[in-house]
């Protein structure tokens, strides 16, 4: 069988086996790259010496394109390098089940990566994304600069906080019901994508957030307890995409760089161990089924402690 039918199979068995829909589409487009280098070969006709040209290929001639940000002209970074050695070992896995084909993948070596520096947001860029979600910034053009109240401030304020609150993440944000959302205890329920890939959690929501939270749902009127939390101008569902864009677009009007819905989860994961909460129950509300990640978040934490100290010393201080 050839790469091209190959893909269609494997796409039809990971959503079945229970895949996300970004982590597919990531994979497919990974695969999509690596069928443009090889061509259409057979799929039991592809050594380890075709993969391993592959890989160096992406290392050293290829050139990504970024929909985002199509001035960016950098080569791949560690981690895309390794997302596409995670797509040609899930692609290569399937096809030894279902086609009976060998493994050439297996003898090449998982690539290093390096994670990106994590900075989280401040509280004055809090602050002003919560202020643009009020008014809407026209540039001056042939007329002068104007501003409009935004329709979907509450809604957007309400999306904020409660990303910064919980550290969920985007995607389990637009999953979100009305039910799962206790406005008296704070308790909200993460319904898991897949019940054989993810776990349910429960995280929780402060006063300010809930409040937040409450008047967006009074402004939407009559609704259902099992109604999507959040939906679109209208009564949409709102998409990973849309809120993707919505934080972008705010970001960009009040100035404030690299708004997107991870970071919010960077920022809440950093705020909860500097105010005193600790690793494992910061583990649980994440939905980390490692602690390499949470403590990636306790080295930020701890050198902040450390260069706390530095400042506050009073043996130092006094110059004992």
Known sequence: MQL????????????ADGYSQLTLTTYLSALGTML?????????????ENLR???????????????????NKDPLSTASHHRYWKAMRSFFKWAEKDLGTGRPDLAIKMPDWESKEIIPFTEDEIKA??????????????????????????RDKAIILTLLDTGIRV????????????????????RPFHVKKTHSRTTYLGKVARKALWRYLVERGSVRPDDLLFVTSEDKPLTRQRVLSLLSRLGISMGVCGVHPHKFRHTFSIQYLRNGGDIMTLKRLLG???LEMVNHYLNIASADVQNAHQKASPVDRWKL
């Open 36 to 48: 443009e280098y090889l061509g259409d070969k057979e799929v039991s006709a592809i050594t380890t």
């Open 53 to 71: 040209s592959f890989m160096n290929y992406l290392l050293t001639e290829y050139k990504p394109e970024r929909r985002n940000n199509q001035r």
């Open 4 to 15: 091209s039918q190959a893909f269609e199979g494997y796409k039809i068995a990971s959503l």
């Open 171 to 190: 995607g389990e944000l637009t999953r979100l019901r009305i039910c799962d959302a206790n406005l008296e205890n704070g308790e909200a329920y993460v």
């Open 288 to 290: 980390h089924k490692r």
């Open 129 to 154: 994304l919560l202020k643009g979600c009020d008014y809407a910034q026209v540039p001056a053009g042939k007329r002068k600069a104007y501003q409009f109240k935004r329709p979907t401030a509450l």
